[in-house]
C-alpha cells in the first residue's frame, strides 16, 4: 500500500528520470500534449497491446488486425459526422489570455476566471478537434484531409475488404491498434489528454437480435482485462451513460472508470454503435456495406459493439496504480509493483561484486535468449541496485554469489515484499516463466 500520496508529479518526474517518457522536442521547449517514449516506456507500452490483444480473443467469433492509414479524405470525415460534430466548446479569458474547455474545465461563466480571478470571458465557440491537412500542390477544397482522430473509422471504411479476404462470418472482429490525432483545447495531466495518442479499438460486427447480450459480454470482458493486468480494481468503475446523454445512435455506452487522484475519469468507452457508422459510409460512397446473411436470405448492416482505450492514458493508469514509497532496510523507497506481463524489464542479474561479473554472464545470456528484456547491473552496492530495479518494476532479480560458485544457486528477490530465496541456476528461466504467465 502506498503511503504518501501519489501526485501526477512524482510520476512524470519518474517517467523523465527513468527513461519512461520525455516531452517531444525537449531541446526546444517542449511541444503541449504530445510525448516521447524511452527505452522503458516503448517495452512498457508493447506490453499494453499484447495483452490487449490477447485480451480480445474470444468465444463468440473471429478477430481480424488492421493497420489503417492516419490521413483520411474529407469525404471520410464527413460520412462519420467528424467534420460537423466532432468538437468541444471553448472560451477564452480576455484578461489572462487563458483557453478552457467549457465541459471539462468546469468554467462557469457567472463567475471570474479561475486563473487571473477577473470576469471578462469570450462567447463560447465550437472548436473541432481533427487536425486539417492538404494532400499534394492543390489547396482547393477536394485535396482537403484530416489526421484521424479515432482509429475506429479506418475500420469501418475498410470492413468489406477484412470481410471478404478472410472469407469472415458474423459474429467477428476488427481490432486495430494505432496513432489518433486531436487537436485538444487543453492537453493536460501529462498522458491523460494528448494531442497525439495510440488507441485501441475493437469493432465487433454482429447480428442486431443478440447485440444487447454482446454488448454485455464485452462489458465483463473489458472489466476482467485490467483485473488480469493487476489494477486495484477497487479503483475502477463502470459508469453506465444516461440515456439522455447518449449520441444519437447509441443504444447504451459503459465508461470504464479509474479513480485518478483528479477524480474518476474514463479509460475505456464501451458503446453500442448500432448499424449508424456502416449506414453512413454506405450512403456517402455509394458502396453496399451490407452482408447477406444465409439463414434469413436477406442483406443486412450488422450491429456494432465496439471497445476503445488509449495506450498511453493506460499506461498512465498503471504507473499511478502501481507507484508506491514505503521504507525497506530503514531507507524510502519508490517501487513501481506493476504487474510481471506489464513490467518493462522482466529480471535482472546481479553478480554480487565485479569479481564474479564472468561467471554471472551465462545465466543473463540464458534468460536474455528466452526472456529479451532483461538487465545485467554490476555497478554500486547491491541495495542500489535493487533499488535502481525495483523504481522501474522489474519483478525479481537474481543475485549471483560467491556461494553459487560452489552450488550452482542463486539468490532470488522479489521486488514487493524484499523476500529472498535460493534456487538452482538451472531453475532460473524456468521460475520467471512461471511468474509471466
Ligand atoms: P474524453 O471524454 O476523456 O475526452 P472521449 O470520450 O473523447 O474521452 P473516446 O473518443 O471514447 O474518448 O476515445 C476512446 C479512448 O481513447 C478514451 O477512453 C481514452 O482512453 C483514449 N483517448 C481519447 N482522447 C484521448 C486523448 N486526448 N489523450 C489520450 N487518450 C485519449
Redesign the pocket.
Known amino acids: 500500500m502506498s503511503q504518501t500520496p501519489v501526485t501526477l508529479e512524482k510520476i512524470v518526474s519518474l517517467c523523465k528520470r527513468k527513461g519512461f517518457v520525455f516531452p517531444a522536442a525537449d531541446i526546444y521547449g517542449g511541444i503541449n500534449?504530445i510525448y516521447d517514449f524511452g527505452h522503458l516506456g516503448y517495452l512498457m507500452k508493447e506490453n499494453i497491446k499484447n495483452a490487449w490483444k490477447k485480451s480480445i480473443q474470444n468465444e463468440l467469433g473471429d478477430i481480424y488486425f488492421l493497420d489503417g492509414s492516419l490521413i483520411g479524405p474529407q469525404a471520410m470525415w464527413i460520412a462519420s459526422g467528424h467534420v460537423e460534430n466532432f468538437h468541444d466548446p471553448m472560451i477564452d479569458c480576455m484578461n489572462c489570455k487563458k483557453r478552457f474547455r467549457t465541459d471539462?474545465d468546469q468554467i462557469d461563466v457567472n463567475k471570474p476566471c479561475p486563473s487571473c480571478g477577473i470576469k471578462s470571458w469570450t462567447d463560447i465557440r465550437d472548436f473541432n478537434l481533427m487536425f486539417q491537412t492538404q494532400l499534394g500542390a492543390l489547396q482547393d477544397d477536394s485535396a482537403k484531409a484530416y489526421l484521424r482522430?479515432?482509429t475506429a473509422q479506418t475500420i469501418f471504411v475498410q470492413f468489406k475488404n477484412v470481410l471478404t479476404t478472410n472469407r469472415a462470418k458474423i459474429p467477428f472482429g476488427i481490432a486495430q491498434i494505432g496513432k489518433?490525432f486531436?487537436n485538444?483545447i487543453t492537453?493536460k495531466q501529462f498522458?491523460?489528454?494528448?494531442?497525439e495518442?495510440e488507441?485501441m479499438?475493437l469493432e465487433w460486427f454482429c447480428k442486431d437480435a443478440t447485440s444487447m447480450e454482446t454488448f454485455e459480454f464485452w462489458v465483463q470482458k473489458r472489466k476482467a482485462f485490467y483485473s488480469s493486468i493487476g489494477l486495484d480494481m477497487s479503483k475502477i468503475r463502470m459508469y453506465q451513460h444516461p440515456t439522455e446523454k447518449l449520441s444519437h445512435y447509441s443504444k447504451c455506452t459503459i465508461?470504464v472508470e479509474y479513480e485518478f487522484p483528479f477524480g474518476f475519469?474514463?479509460?475505456?468507452?464501451i458503446?453500442h454503435r448500432g448499424t449508424f457508422d456502416l449506414t453512413q459510409h454506405t450512403k456517402h460512397s455509394g458502396k453496399d456495406l451490407a452482408i447477406f446473411d444465409q439463414e434469413t436470405g436477406l442483406s443486412e448492416i450488422p450491429t456494432v459493439v465496439e471497445t476503445?482505450?488509449?495506450v498511453?492514458?493506460?499506461f498512465l493508469t498503471l504507473l499511478f496504480d502501481a507507484y508506491t514509497e514505503d521504507e525497506m532496510d530503514g531507507e524510502t523507497r519508490v517501487l513501481l509493483k506493476l504487474h510481471p506481463t506489464i513490467a518493462p524489464i522482466k529480471a535482472a542479474v546481479l553478480p554480487l561484486t565485479k569479481k564474479i561479473s564472468e561467471n554471472a554472464e551465462p545465466l543473463y545470456k540464458t534468460l536474455k535468449k528466452q526472456f529479451t528484456n532483461i538487465d545485467f547491473d554490476d555497478s554500486g552496492s547491491i541495495g542500489k541496485r535493487y533499488r535502481r530495479q525495483d523504481e522501474i518494476g522489474t519483478p525479481i532479480c537474481f543475485t549471483f554469489d560467491f556461494q553459487s560458485l560452489e552450488d550452482n544457486m542463486v539468490t532470488v528477490r522479489h521486488r514487493d515484499s524484499g523476500k529472498q530465496e535460493r534456487i538452482a541456476i538451472s531453475n532460473a528461466a524456468q521460475y520467471l516463466e512461471n511468474l509471466l504467465v
Open positions: 500534449g471539462d482522430p479515432e489518433s486531436r485538444e492537453p498522458l491523460f489528454r494528448m494531442r495518442f488507441q479499438e465508461d475519469k474514463e479509460l475505456e468507452g458503446a476503445s482505450v488509449g498511453d492514458r493506460l
